[in-house]
């Protein structure tokens, strides 16, 4: 399984960032897709994950600021953040999940400044 994540880099505080990941599978037949975040310094963590076929959960304070959705047609998941802040800061990566195995992207950097 491969996955390709696209979008990010360089941007301001208040702007929107839309990242896409791009999977070398079909993500309908997945158990789950979604994103994690990792801030400099900091762990891993969840944004949000989708179970096949419904949303499963997003971490309690990433509920409301980012939205995680995907194309099946196009095996593709997306993730958007409105309003970035300055503590968005860090590497975010694609994920999917199937048989309880874990494959990542190499993720995409976004540095936001404010």
């Known amino acids: 399984v491969q996955l390709v994540e696209s979008g990010g880099g360089a941007m301001q505080a208040g702007e929107s960032l839309t990242a896409s990941c791009s999977t070398s599978?079909?993500?309908?037949?997945?158990?789950?897709v979604g994103w994690y975040r990792q801030a400099p310094g900091a762990q891993r963590e969840l944004i949000d994950t989708?179970?096949?076929?419904?949303?499963?959960n997003y971490v309690p304070s990433m509920e409301g600021r980012f939205t995680v959705t995907k194309d099946d047609d196009n095996n593709t998941v997306y993730l958007q953040r409105l309003g970035l802040k300055v503590d968005d800061t860090g590497v975010y990566l694609c994920?999917?999940?199937?048989?309880?195995?874990?494959?990542w992207g190499r993720g995409i950097q976004v540095t936001v400044s404010s």
């Open positions: 994920v999917v999940i199937i048989n309880g195995a874990y494959f």
């Open positions: 599978t079909a993500i309908s037949a997945v158990d789950v």
């Open positions: 989708i179970a096949r076929g419904e949303e499963v």
